[in-house]
């Protein structure tokens, strides 16, 4: 992939970019939110759309000549309803955080309660973290796993919530490897007369293809990230019933964001059309088989994974009792220094910092779109265990690189 025109104005951003792409093909992205777009989807996102203005929504924009936008965002809505069944779907916000803050403006006055999971537990951000603006706006309390199951207690959730009675509860989460019960939590919303929030954010391809439970009709509101397991460009998607259809619209559009993205809604529209495809459920099936048994390699080596397995697409070591001197980012450094490109994660029950975590998050969908399977999972644990188990010793450093590199030249990307 080159950059000609790029070049033409800046070199150095030129090969800043062209670095990227041979960055990319060449070491292994095992960042649980990340995936390799395909061509097509590359091509929507890079596509004149970027130019247009279309504040409003298909038929009803504040600007002329915006008839192709419409095309794209019908479509874009089209395949989405299709892909997770939902009545209403709103494909402008500008990323899955975006999401979020259109369903809090939507439903939510500032001093409401939200009760989520926690960070270090798993939870995300835009979930009511202090530093973000959901802690500073709202009133907010969390839920943790459970300390000896790494599960989320569907009782304690449900016992939190009678206590202090929040105006939203919300799932879905970024570092959890397991299956969640959509219908518990609702059930806890239910019992206090609160709204729930689903995000999916890094799970939507995986709910897609039906190989994961699906919280939609059960929750009041599910979004989600468009470029993490379902591939598609980059971005935030709500999906909601038909009753909070206008409310969320208006919170998204004018509430929280200007004129939409359309070359990335553009993108979305590409990758939902892809994730139709057949092809798509094997995907996704092919992440969470790779996903298992990378856990089970993992696990085959010593390592400790939180609740034990994974029923996703990721697995998320706790490093303290196979490797108590060893940090999370200890870990991810001396991994990236042989191509394998992951992050140091909190666990449940945090003795060090967000900054300098006890595990490590390793995820599937990125390889798998590349077409790694199970033999070659099983060769990457190894790998992993090895750099982990000897960070220092340059020898099996050399040898892990070159293993990678391997892996890579066999499994090529946008080559
Ligand atoms: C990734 C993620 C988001 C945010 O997505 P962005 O597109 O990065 O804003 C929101 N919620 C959860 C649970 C996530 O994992």
């Given at each position: 992939m080159e950059y000609e025109h790029v070049r033409a104005v800046d070199p150095d951003i030129a090969d800043a970019l062209e670095d990227e792409v041979t960055r990319q093909e060449e070491t292994l992205a095992m960042i649980a939110s990340e995936n390799h777009v395909s061509k097509a989807v590359l091509e929507a996102q890079s596509s004149v759309l970027t130019n247009k203005y279309a504040e409003g929504y298909p038929g009803k924009r504040y600007y002329g000549g915006c008839a192709n936008a419409d095309a794209v965002e019908e479509k874009a809505i089209e395949y989405a309803k299709e892909l997770w069944g939902a009545d209403h779907v709103n494909v402008q916000p500008h990323s899955g955080s975006s999401a979020n803050m259109g369903v809090y403006l939507a439903v939510l006055d500032p001093g409401d309660k939200i009760l989520s999971l926690d960070l270090t537990h798993g939870g995300h951000l835009s979930h009511g973290h202090p530093a973000n603006f959901t802690g500073q706006t709202y009133e907010v309390e969390q839920y943790e796993v459970d300390p000896e199951t790494g599960r989320i207690d569907y009782d304690e959730v449900r016992a939190h919530a009678e206590e202090f009675e929040?105006?939203?509860?919300?799932?879905?989460?970024?570092?959890?490897?397991?299956?969640?019960?959509?219908?518990?939590?609702?059930?806890?919303?239910?019992?206090?007369?609160?709204?729930?929030?689903?995000?999916?954010?890094?799970?939507?391809?995986?709910?897609?293809?039906?190989?994961?439970?699906?919280?939609?009709?059960?929750?009041?509101?599910?979004?989600?990230?468009?470029?993490?397991?379902?591939?598609?460009?980059?971005?935030?998607?709500?999906?909601?019933?038909?009753?909070y259809a206008s409310d969320i619209d208006k919170a998204v559009f004018p509430g929280t964001q200007g004129g939409p993205l359309m070359h990335n809604v553009a993108g979305k529209a590409v990758g939902f059309k892809e994730a139709l495809q057949p092809e798509f459920t094997e995907y996704a099936e092919q992440t969470v088989a790779n996903a298992k048994v990378l856990g089970e390699e993992l696990a085959d080596h010593g390592f400790e994974?939180?609740?034990?397995?994974?029923?996703?697409?990721?697995?998320?070591?706790?490093?303290?009792?196979?490797?108590?001197?060893?940090?999370?980012?200890?870990?991810?450094?001396?991994?990236?220094?042989?191509?394998?490109?992951l992050n140091g994660n909190t666990v449940p029950g945090e003795t060090r910092s967000a900054f300098n975590p006890s595990g490590i998050r390793a995820g599937t969908p990125a390889l798998t779109t590349r077409g790694f399977d199970e033999e070659d999972m099983r060769v990457v644990a190894d790998c992993i265990a090895r750099v982990i188990d000897h960070p220092e010793d340059t020898d099996v450093k050399a040898d892990v690189a070159e293993t990678v590199a391997d892996l890579c030249d066999a499994n090529p990307l946008y080559r």
């Open positions: 929040p105006d939203i509860i919300v799932s879905g989460y970024s570092a959890y490897p397991r299956d969640v019960d959509w219908e518990a939590i609702q059930e806890a919303a239910d019992a206090v007369d609160a709204l729930h929030l689903a995000d999916i954010a890094h799970i939507t391809g995986l709910v897609a293809a039906g190989v994961h439970s699906s919280p939609v009709g059960v929750a009041d509101f599910v979004t989600g990230s468009t470029h993490k397991t379902i591939r598609a460009g980059r971005g935030g998607i709500i999906m909601c019933d038909e009753e994974l939180v609740s034990g397995g994974t029923d996703n697409h990721l697995v998320l070591v706790d490093l303290r009792p196979s490797h108590p001197d060893t940090t999370g980012g200890d870990a991810e450094e001396a991994l990236e220094d042989v191509g394998i490109v």
